[in-house]
């Protein structure tokens, strides 16, 4: 007599992906317990406190009893700063009644594809990029697009690549800048450009720009300020990186008229809200003092310049120069290794943990991510340790 029947698991699951980092991270987490010494550059998270300031706003939030639940769209008064400190660092004018509160930036990721894309539509998004814009896509059932990002433009994208890949079938374009892994930044030219290209199209804009603070030249620019551009970007900010809020989880954005309603029925459906103390924290960030997030950046600059030029000074590697965010991507086509064994043995054998450049597309290929939010000595401990990995395997 056969035995009862076993529960299922739903095939979607077989779209959903995942972020290597957090593996990875697990993977290194393991070698620990059993005594390694790791060096940990695979995790995209400051190593900077919270400034002290943001903390004491959640602890008075919490003992006036701000525990309960609140508005999905966000309290007022985040609401209010967010749309005011977009319009100040943007140029463009953004209303409180566009500007929504989530739980991190990754709800706006999945509930933006969900809200606008039907399956079959298609979306363009960079590549290498950040993993879960191809994982949203695909769970969605909509066409993954990708847009090369090339590393002799910096990792930027050129136009014409852009214009190839957008369609009548285009529903959504997908931009991040500065850039999570490669710290591109998509130049004034070509994101004028990309901005005509789009505009003659019928499709959205999700604009991630949760690395807007973190550039190391120049002044940052928004696709939300091109002519017509407001009206079909969703404009993606929040404090995990700026203010080294990663395990706070608070995002906002501000998002067209006609997408405010469909987002925030997501929110009902999903998390119900983000807590009211964690909201007052994020109205202090944008409030009060500025020089935390400008000390960080300073410190950032500096292990940049040291991260890259030793990484371009190890056998086999190359490395471009970041102009935003906190990563290298460099490339290593001349190691006689996959970037994916390369990784994966510099963990196992030399206590680096960083990530193999295909984590995020087949664009990475032949490269590694490679965070240096991590402290001047970690990085100078963990280019020793490459070279001395290195050295005899090229020769």
């Known amino acids: 007599m056969a035995g009862p029947a076993h529960p299922r698991l739903a095939a979607s699951l077989d779209r959903l992906g995942t972020e290597t980092a957090f593996s990875v991270l697990a993977r290194a987490k393991e070698l620990e317990r059993s005594g390694r010494d790791v060096i940990h550059l695979e995790i995209g998270e400051p190593d900077f406190e919270t400034p002290a300031h943001i903390r004491a706003a959640a602890v008075a939030a919490l003992d006036a009893g701000e525990t309960h639940y609140c508005p999905s769209a966000g309290i007022p008064e985040l609401r209010e700063e967010a749309a005011a400190y977009l319009s100040r660092t943007r140029g463009v004018s953004v209303s409180p009644g566009r500007l929504l509160v989530g739980n991190g930036a990754k709800p706006f990721l999945f509930f933006t594809v969900l809200a606008v894309c039907n399956p079959g539509d298609e979306v363009v998004y960079p590549d290498p990029g950040f993993p879960i814009y191809e994982s949203a896509v695909r769970w969605s059932g909509a066409v993954p697009v990708p847009l090369p990002l090339r590393e002799e433009r910096d990792f930027g994208f050129d136009p014409a690549d852009l214009a190839a890949r957008l369609t009548e079938r285009t529903k959504l374009v997908i931009l991040n800048s500065p850039q999570n892994p490669t710290g591109g930044v998509i130049g004034g030219g070509d994101l004028a450009e990309t901005a005509r290209l789009i505009a003659r199209t019928r499709a959205w804009v999700l604009s991630d720009e949760v690395y807007g603070r973190l550039l190391y030249e120049g002044e940052f620019r928004s696709i939300a300020s091109e002519p017509g551009m407001l009206d079909r970007t969703i404009l993606l900010d929040g404090f995990s990186k700026t203010y080294a809020m990663t395990g706070w989880r608070c995002g906002f954005a501000a998002v067209p008229e006609s997408l405010v309603d469909p987002l925030v029925r997501f929110f009902v459906n999903s998390t119900s809200c983000v807590p009211p103390f964690v909201q007052r924290a994020g109205v202090a960030a944008l409030t009060g003092p500025q020089d935390a997030p400008a000390a960080m950046l300073a410190e950032l600059r500096r292990r940049r310049d040291l991260i890259v030029a ?24 001349s190691v006689p290794l996959p970037a994916e064994e390369l990784a994966r043995r510099l963990l196992d054998e030399a206590g680096v943990a960083l990530l193999a450049g295909s984590a995020f597309g087949p664009g990475g290929a032949a490269n ?10 970690n990085l100078e401990r963990a280019l020793e340790r490459m070279r001395a990995f290195l050295e005899p395997l090229v020769r």
């Open 310 to 333: 030793g990484l371009d000074a190890l056998p086999g590697v190359s490395c471009r120069m970041p102009k935003g965010a906190f990563y290298a991507f460099p490339n290593v086509a």
């Open 368 to 377: 590694l991510r490679v965070s240096y939010a991590s402290s001047i000595e």
